[in-house]
C-alpha cells in the first residue's frame, strides 16, 4: 500500500522560511520521481517543484530561486525547503508521486504567510 505523509506546514510572517517533508511508504521515489503541488482558496492545484528519480529538479516561475526540493533517498523522504516566503505562496501543499500511470498523492499540509 502506497503512502504519502506531509508535515512541516504551519504559520509564518512574510519573508520567513518553513519546510516541509514527505515520507513514502510502499514506493520509493528514488524510481519514481516526487512532485510538490499546491492549491490556494478559490484557484486550481499547480505544481510547485519537481525531482526525478535522477535528482533532476524543476520550478514554476514563481518559486525559483526561494525554494529548494530535495529528497533523501535512504529515508524515501522528499523535501521542500521554502525561503523568502510571500502570502502568494500560501495554501495547502501536497506531495504527489506515480506509478504504473497511477498517481498517489497526500492529504496536504496548510502554510499560510502572513504579510
Known amino acids: 500500500q502506497v503512502q504519502l505523509v506531509e508535515s512541516g506546514g504551519g504559520l509564518v510572517q512574510a519573508g520567513g522560511s518553513l519546510r516541509l517533508s514527505c515520507a513514502a511508504s510502499?514506493?520509493?521515489?528514488?524510481?519514481?520521481?516526487m512532485n510538490w503541488y499546491r492549491q490556494a482558496p478559490g484557484n486550481q492545484r499547480e505544481l510547485v517543484a519537481a525531482?526525478?528519480?535522477?535528482?533532476?529538479?524543476n520550478y514554476v516561475d514563481s518559486v525559483k530561486g526561494r525554494f529548494t526540493i530535495s529528497g533523501d533517498f535512504v529515508k524515501n523522504t522528499a523535501y521542500l525547503q521554502m525561503h523568502s516566503l510571500k502570502p502568494e505562496d500560501t495554501g495547502v501543499y501536497y506531495c504527489?508521486?506515480?506509478?504504473?500511470?497511477?498517481?498517489?498523492w497526500g492529504q496536504g499540509t496548510q502554510v499560510t504567510v502572513s504579510s
Open positions: 510502499g514506493i520509493q521515489f528514488s524510481l519514481n520521481g
Open positions: 504527489q508521486t506515480s506509478r504504473n500511470w497511477r498517481e498517489y
Open positions: 525531482i526525478t528519480g535522477g535528482g533532476t529538479t
